[in-house]
């Protein structure tokens, strides 16, 4: 089930942001296009029309859609927090994200069946522990529900009492900025208050698996 839930997850995140694209401008590559596209009055003949494209989208597969998202790797984060009474709490996800620098901002989605969901919702702050190899195991821990997630010590508390994987690629810690409702997931935007960066690398996840970093990577 785990692995299933992940093959949708691995399609959700890795949004980056590009430094250089700033709103209200458009390269010159699409600007070329756009002219292009303007100045044309006859569509070319291998583009579909209405009824062909229209309809399929109408007419979504489930499978193909999960089927879409598999096709893209994304990285796995362990995303932790703490209740107000003081218990730990944490999910497995890739659709982490980079939001904003300036204020830095990132998000994650979580599932609104998830049962950690209450707790997220009113939590303070949250951190983001992006995995290595060495954690795929535990990834998949903090995928299964029911399972005593924390019994097996890997985590410290940070100084607000929130769980930080301490040999993690890298640990973001943030404030609940907002919660935006996506779906029958909502987005979880943080506000980044810490950010340290680990010497492991990290893990990726596609189609359904695992998959180390290639020595390039590196
Ligand atoms: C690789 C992978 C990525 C996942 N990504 C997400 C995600 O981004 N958001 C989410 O809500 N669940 C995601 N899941 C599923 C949750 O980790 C899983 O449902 C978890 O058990 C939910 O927490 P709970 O035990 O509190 O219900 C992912 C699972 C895997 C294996």
């Not at 362990?78 to 709490?89: D, M």
């Amino acid at each position: 089930m785990a692995l299933f839930t992940g093959v949708v997850y691995a399609a959700m995140g890795a949004r980056f942001v590009f430094p250089e694209i700033k709103h209200g401008t458009k390269s010159s590559f699409a600007s070329h296009w756009l002219m292009r596209a303007r100045s044309s009055t006859t569509l070319p003949p291998e583009l579909p029309t209405r009824g062909t494209m229209v309809d399929q989208f109408q007419e979504l597969d489930p499978a193909a859609f999960r089927s879409a998202l598999a096709q893209f790797p994304s990285g796995v984060t362990i995303v932790t927090t703490r209740s107000e009474a003081g218990t730990l709490h944490g999910f497995t996800a890739s659709s982490f994200a980079a939001l904003s620098l300036d204020p830095p901002l990132i998000l994650v989605c979580l599932d609104r069946g998830a049962d950690c969901f209450p707790v997220f919702m009113a939590a303070k702050h949250f951190v983001v522990n992006i995995v290595t190899d060495a954690h795929a195991d535990l990834a998949l821990k903090f995928a299964t529900k029911g399972e005593n997630k924390f019994a097996d010590g890997n985590f410290e508390l940070d100084e607000a009492g929130n769980p930080l994987l301490p040999d993690a690629a890298a640990v973001i810690s943030c404030e609940l900025e907002q919660a935006v409702p996506g779906g029958d997931h909502v987005i979880l935007i943080g506000r980044v208050r810490d950010a340290r960066t680990g010497a492991g690398k990290p893990v990726t996840w596609y189609r359904g698996g695992f998959l180390p970093l290639g020595e390039r990577a590196a």
